[in-house]
Nanobody, 126 residues
Framework: QVQLQESGPGLVKPSQTLSLTCTVSGMSITANWDYWTWIRQPPGKGLEWMGT???????YYSPSLKSRTSIFRDTSSNQITLQLRSVTPEDTAVYYCARSTKLLLGVTEAARYEDWGQGTQVTDST
C-alpha cells in the first residue's frame, strides 16, 4: 500500500523559505513513470496546483508560483521536497502531495491521482 506523508515546520515567518517534505512508503519514487505533485488549499479557498516532479527528474511549475517554487527528490530517503521562497501570509494553507501516473498540469481533482497525502498545515507567523 502506497502512503504519502507530508511534514514541515507548521509556522513560518514572512520572507523566509518554507521547506516541506513528502515521505513515500510502499514504493520507490523512481520505480515507475510517476509524477509527484504539490497542491495546497488556503483557508476558505479552493485547491491550488503548485508543481510536479517526474520520475525522470523533470519539473513543472504553476506560472504564478514558478519564481518562488522548487521541487526536489531525494531517492535515498524516498522523499519529495517542496521549497517556497519569500513566504507571505497568502501562503498560509494546507499543503498536500499526490502521486499520478500521468502528467496532470494544473489538475487538483483528487480522483485523478492514484495517491494523496493527508496534508500538513502551514501558517504564516505574522
Amino acid at each position: 500500500q502506497v502512503q504519502l506523508q507530508e511534514s514541515g515546520p507548521g509556522l513560518v515567518k514572512p520572507s523566509q523559505t518554507l521547506s516541506l517534505t513528502c515521505t513515500v512508503s510502499g514504493m520507490s519514487i523512481t520505480a515507475n513513470w510517476d509524477y509527484w505533485t504539490w497542491i495546497r488549499q488556503p483557508p476558505g479557498k479552493g485547491l491550488e496546483w503548485m508543481g510536479t516532479i517526474a520520475t525522470s527528474g523533470c519539473t513543472y511549475y504553476s506560472p504564478s508560483l514558478k519564481s518562488r517554487t522548487s521541487i526536489f527528490r531525494d531517492t535515498s530517503s524516498n522523499q519529495i521536497t517542496l521549497q517556497l521562497r519569500s513566504v507571505t501570509p497568502e501562503d498560509t494553507a494546507v499543503y498536500y502531495c499526490a502521486r499520478s501516473t500521468k502528467l496532470l498540469l494544473g489538475v487538483t481533482e483528487a480522483a485523478r491521482y492514484e495517491d494523496w497525502g493527508q496534508g500538513t498545515q502551514v501558517t504564516d507567523s505574522t
